[in-house]
């Protein structure tokens, strides 16, 4: 898990601050989030490893959210970092992969009464899909049937964590005042669409604070699933799964759909590779050599294009000087 935090200049042992509405005091209980475990941070500080786990105060509340990849050093950083696991309102696991979980180890063995929220997964003992059961082959003798062919309703599927007091979650649920969380799953067809991943919401007077693990889903998708409750979010915090998305993806750039020299939804690149073929190469001429055209279309756009030749489009200026007038013109 790749882990994003969206707020500069914090550092995890000194934990992400909760900024109070405008014009109110800071409250006089901790509103802040500490990193316990992630694959960046400060030296000396935390252990690094692969994965995430978060502890939220506010409120007079104390939440963990996720625990990491491995328990022994999810130990070592919550005990280095000053929090009494022991001493927590709510534990929310996002989702079943082991850099998320694998702290839970630790945490059942020095408390294991807390209430834990996860999605209803089958990782977590929720039944078992029932498509594995829906082929009827009544050809076939009982023995080679799904139990003899009298499948229960429900089957619960196998977890690790059975003597863990869990509550599974379907769509949203609330977890505490002010604290809930979203359930997502990422389309089908896209990767890990069959995992459901849970983010925690906290509402401040500030807007919503948003908690993820490692955004399966698709961050706009979770980000459309809180903003209904609370607008806006003044700060997500976790990991967004991003690392491998290339830039122009992240940045939302769609592509042409057009087959080569079809101009029609890509009308403007289409008309300015035209412009310079003409004025660059009249009469179907080519460049002498690849330096030689990697030259003269950079003196084409940096100079000429852009200082020096006039758009209809512009009122018959340069892009250069229809900058200048607009800054001048603006107010």
């Known amino acids: 898990m790749n882990t994003t935090l969206l707020l500069c200049g914090l550092t995890a042992a000194a934990g992400l601050l909760f900024s109070p509405a405008r014009g109110q005091a800071p409250a006089p209980t901790p509103a802040r989030i500490t990193i316990l475990f992630d694959a960046f941070g400060p030296s000396p500080g935390p252990r690094l490893d692969w994965g995430f786990a978060a502890f939220i105060e506010y409120g007079g509340r104390r939440v963990l959210f996720d625990t990491g990849n491995n328990a022994e050093t999810f130990a070592a950083n919550a005990q280095a970092l000053g929090v009494d696991l022991t001493r927590l309102d709510a534990v929310v696991i996002s989702h079943r992969h082991g850099d998320h979980t694998d702290g839970l180890r630790h945490l059942l063995r020095v408390n294991p009464q807390v209430r834990i929220y996860a999605p209803r997964d089958e990782y977590f003992g929720g039944v078992t899909p029932a498509g594995f059961f829906r082929r009827a082959e009544p050809a076939l003798p009982a023995r080679m049937r799904y139990f003899q062919g009298q499948v229960p309703a429900r089957v619960p599927h196998g977890s690790p964590w059975r003597a863990a ?4 979650v379907d769509s949203a649920a609330a977890v505490l005042p002010g604290f809930r969380v979203v359930r997502n799953l990422a389309p089908t067809g896209q ?3 069959e995992t459901p991943e849970l983010s925690l919401a ?3 007077p500030g807007g919503q604070v948003l908690v993820v693990g490692c955004s399966h889903p698709g961050i706009e998708r979770i980000l459309a699933s ?5 607008r806006p ?3 997500l915090v976790g990991g967004l799964h991003l690392v491998e ?3 122009v993806d992240q940045a939302g750039a769609v592509s042409s759909f057009s087959r080569p020299g079809n101009p029609y939804n890509n009308a403007q690149a289409e008309a300015g590779w035209s412009t310079l073929k003409i004025e660059l190469l009249p009469g179907n001429a080519s460049f002498a050599s690849l330096e030689d ?5 950079a003196w084409y756009l940096d100079t000429y294009f852009n200082l020096d030749r006039r758009h209809s489009a512009l009122g018959y200026r340069s892009p250069h000087q229809f900058e200048q007038d607009l800054k001048i013109n603006l107010p």
């Open 165 to 168: 007091h869990l509550t599974l």
């Open 191 to 193: 990767p890990n669409d």
């Open 202 to 204: 906290i509402q401040t």
């Open 226 to 230: 809180v903003a209904a409750r609370q």
């Open 233 to 235: 979010v003044q700060l």
């Open 245 to 247: 998305t290339p830039r």
């Open 293 to 297: 055209a990697r030259l003269e279309i």
